[in-house]
């Protein structure tokens, strides 16, 4: 089946600094990916939608400035965590789907735990 | 928006027990996804409904969607630890599959 891989699964970053996260989809293309955000014990937040060749478009309350999304290539996306504080400490995970296919299935990255000290 | 409303949140079983997990939604769904989750990792796709009234079974994991789309089922027969884990529900309002509002979760135990 196909798969949507992530790196880095884990990242511990300075206080001010950028972290990247990627999200690959690894046999298949997709021009849209999704990142939820994922607080201890919490259900799944949609952040944004990620659009190949686009601006992503981002959820209520979610800075744009903040997390930036880059949909480069039909393979891979990156969420951009710039100026890191420790309350954006928390599970990122990326999916997409497989036009192509006959499963409406959306895959899911393994997912990045972000800490930031 | 949606709204999706996972009980119990919480699940404590003896091995071998039957649980049922039940998963509502203020709106008539597209589709109803079941994934599982170990925690601090990816979901694992466990199964996905679009009919009403549908039925599927995997192994000893059986979900439903009720009739008019809106409330969906995951129970699990003769619980094992394997079974453990955050259990979520996935509701697609754009009938694409691909931007999903998820459950609370339900925490799954299972003791020996």
């Known amino acids: 089946g196909a798969v949507v891989s992530q790196h880095p699964s884990r990242v511990i970053c300075k206080s001010g600094t950028s972290v990247k996260i990627e999200c690959r989809s690894l046999?298949?293309?997709?021009?849209?990916m999704f990142w939820y955000r994922q607080f201890p014990k919490q259900s799944l937040m949609l952040m944004a939608t990620?659009?190949?060749?686009?601006?992503?478009?981002?959820e209520q309350g979610v800075e744009k400035d903040k997390f930036l999304i880059n949909h480069a290539s039909l393979t891979l996306s990156t969420l951009t965590v710039t100026s890191a504080h420790p309350e954006d400490s928390s599970f990122y995970i990326c999916s997409a789907r497989d036009p192509s296919g006959h499963g409406t299935e959306a895959f899911f990255g393994q997912g990045t735990r972000l800490t930031v000290v | 928006s949606q709204e999706l409303e996972q009980s119990p949140q919480s699940l404590i079983v003896q091995e071998g027990k039957n649980l049922t997990i039940n998963c509502t939604s203020s709106?008539?769904?597209?589709?109803l996804y079941w994934y599982k989750q170990k925690y601090g990792e990816g979901l694992i796709f466990l199964m996905m409904?679009?009919?009403?009234?549908e039925e599927k079974s995997h192994e000893k994991i059986t979900a439903k969607l009720d009739e008019k789309k809106q409330q969906s089922s995951l129970h699990i027969t003769a619980s094992q630890p394997s079974h453990a884990g955050i259990y979520l529900c996935?509701?697609?309002?754009?009938?694409?599959?691909?931007?999903?509002?998820f459950g609370t979760g339900t925490r799954l135990q299972v003791t020996l």
């Open positions: 709106k008539t769904l597209y589709g």
């Open positions: 046999d298949f293309q997709a021009t849209t």
């Open positions: 990620s659009n190949e060749g686009s601006k992503a478009t981002y």
């Open positions: 409904l679009q009919k009403g009234g």
């Open positions: 996935g509701a697609d309002n754009t009938g694409t599959a691909s931007k999903l509002t």
